[in-house]
């Protein structure tokens, strides 16, 4: 669960930023059907992302505490005193 919440919560923004950056050069094209397309592309593509980043980090992060390992306490031993008896 640990390694799910971590991809999660990384992988989709830079998916997000490498959708922007690689439509950069169709967005900006000349041909105006070519553009719209792109721009219809990265906004789904993004929304989806967006979907998928936003419902799962707080699933996956709930997933990884409900599944957390007990609880392990090791007590340290109560340290021995010596008592010095008195001399008789």
Aim: aromatic residues 10%; proline residues 7%; charged residues 10%.
């Amino acid at each position: 669960m640990k390694w799910g919440f971590w991809l999660v919560t990384l992988v989709p923004p830079l998916l997000m930023l490498g959708t922007c950056a690689g439509l950069q050069r169709f967005v900006f094209s000349e041909d105006e059907e070519v553009a719209a397309g792109a721009m219809m592309f990265g906004a789904g593509a993004l929304g989806v992302l967006w979907a998928i980043w936003l419902v799962g980090m707080p699933l996956l992060g709930l997933l990884m505490l409900l599944t957390r390992g007990k609880l392990l306490v090791i007590e340290q031993p109560a340290p021995i005193t010596e008592t010095k008896q008195p001399n008789a």
